[in-house]
């Protein structure tokens, strides 16, 4: 049975989806990182324990994910998203307000409740109402790579700038807000969405309901998730600090007028060129069954890791930045591999689930890698997140090779040239 569509209409609606959740992204992981760059200030006002604030944020942001993922399924991924908005924005005023300890726990806890929303929430927003979801989710992942990337810098530069470290939650809450208000009033209309559904052309949906699960497949795919969660957590810690040791100021010039700032900047040029993986891997997801090529990424990123803990000046720009942009690639690639594997009713919960083992467990690769860095030296936190990423690769190898029965598999997708494409996947 045909269900009605009108082209405009769904059009408007993928629109719409992709233009909030770029923006929601972008937003989660600027937050997630402020506190990196500005938290020597924020030492000086709270003492020691702002860091065990900070940790409390990252775990919030972690675990938050099923809970996030469950009322996104109760109450609708929309009405979840405008919540994001709306938590985030207050948590990082509460941030930036705060004048004691247990303020600034709040404004942390509840910073990192708003930005857990997003990942489980957006992605099945993109998965039930786009009818290209591995696309959009590359170019969703892009912007959440640009956000990582110019975080440290907007928030030093608006330190530097301003004279406070209050100032960079400050100054994002009202847009953060201003855009949670744009979508409570904008209307995003699922019924006609061709994500969840089968195209009125017969072709076959990414996001088609399966009869049972795969449990073993999506056993050792998330446990892949999770040691590439650890692997991310420890390179993302690790990475401004040996950047900044081991490139001289000849390779960046101009680093803020601060040498301090050359660690930092030289990161975020290897997060923007990293972050194209999330496209190119939305691209090549699309065309292929993804096991393969999951696989292919932590093979690959074995050897660039430990090049990059040996590596200096350009060779390490070169080297960092080809190690980011398969980092970033494999989030887009494991978005698709659940949408695809993941029955329908459960999708949500499987996307929550991917995101509380990547960041909120694998967020102890933060601890780890202190550990590691005292112990062994700054060298050994490559080691480790090298360690991590032989991990993934073994399961996701094993979900490679992991078999189920027929229908179980999921449809392979038509070519690309037999979609009517939507415009604004167009490139």
Same mark, same amino acid.
């Given at each position: ?60 942001? +972690? ?8 009322? +996104? ?14 938590? !985030? ?34 992605? @099945? ?72 559904? @089968? ?7 990414? %996001? *088609? ?27 993302? !810690? ?18 803020? +007028?601060?040498?301090?700032?050359? +660690? ?44 990059? %803990? ?33 029955? %329908? ?40 997140? @090298? ?18 029965? *027929? ?21």
């Amino acid at each position: 049975m045909e269900h009605d569509s009108n082209p405009a209409s769904e059009q408007r609606t993928e629109r719409s989806i992709l233009f909030f959740t770029c923006a929601a992204h972008a937003l989660t992981h600027i937050y997630m990182v402020i506190y990196s760059a500005v938290i020597v200030r924020m030492n000086q006002d709270f003492g020691e324990k702002v860091y065990w604030y900070a940790t409390i944020c990252v775990i919030v942001f +972690g675990m938050g994910s099923i809970p996030a993922s469950y009322l +996104g399924e109760k109450l609708g991924e929309k009405r979840l998203l405008v919540a994001f908005f709306l938590l !985030t924005a207050a948590g990082g005023a509460s941030v930036g307000l705060a004048h004691s300890t247990w303020q600034l726990a709040f404004g942390m806890t509840l910073l990192g409740l708003g930005a857990s929303i997003f990942h489980p929430v957006g992605n @099945t927003l993109i998965a039930k109402g786009i009818r290209l979801p591995g696309r959009a989710m590359g170019v969703n992942g892009l912007w959440g790579s640009i956000g990582e990337a110019i975080g440290p810098i907007l928030a030093g530069g608006l330190t530097a700038w301003l004279g406070s470290w209050r100032y960079p939650y400050l100054v994002l809450t009202l847009p953060t807000l201003a855009i949670g208000l744009w979508l409570a009033v904008t209307r995003i209309d699922l019924k006609h969405a061709t994500g969840g559904t @089968t195209a009125t052309t017969g072709a076959p949906s990414l %996001a *088609r309901p399966l009869r049972r699960a795969p449990v073993a497949l999506l056993t050792f795919l998330l446990l892949a998730m999770m040691c590439g969660g650890f692997q991310l957590w420890i390179v993302k !810690t690790t990475l401004p600090e040996f950047v900044g040791k081991s490139t001289s100021s000849g390779l960046l010039p101009v680093s803020l +007028g601060n040498p301090e700032f050359l +660690g930092p900047a030289v990161t975020s040029i290897m997060y923007l060129v990293g972050g194209t993986g999330q496209l190119v891997a939305g691209r090549v997801v699309h065309r292929r069954e993804g096991r393969g090529v999951y696989a292919l990424v932590f093979l690959v990123s074995i050897p660039l890791i430990l090049l990059t %803990a040996r590596l200096t000046n350009l060779p390490l720009l070169v080297t960092g930045s080809l190690m980011a942009l398969l980092m970033f690639s494999a989030q887009p690639i494991e978005n698709v591999l659940l949408a695809r594997f993941a029955p %329908a009713s459960w999708k949500s919960f499987f996307f929550g689930l991917k995101f509380t083992l990547a960041f909120g467990v694998g967020g102890l690769g933060v601890r780890l890698c202190g550990w590691a860095r005292q112990g062994y030296g700054l060298d050994a936190t490559f080691n480790l997140a @090298t360690a991590f990423c032989a991990a993934a690769l073994f399961f996701a190898l094993l979900a490679l090779l992991a078999k189920s029965n *027929r229908q179980l598999e999921p449809e392979v997708l038509p070519p690309i040239a037999s979609l009517p494409e939507p415009r604004l996947l167009k490139q």
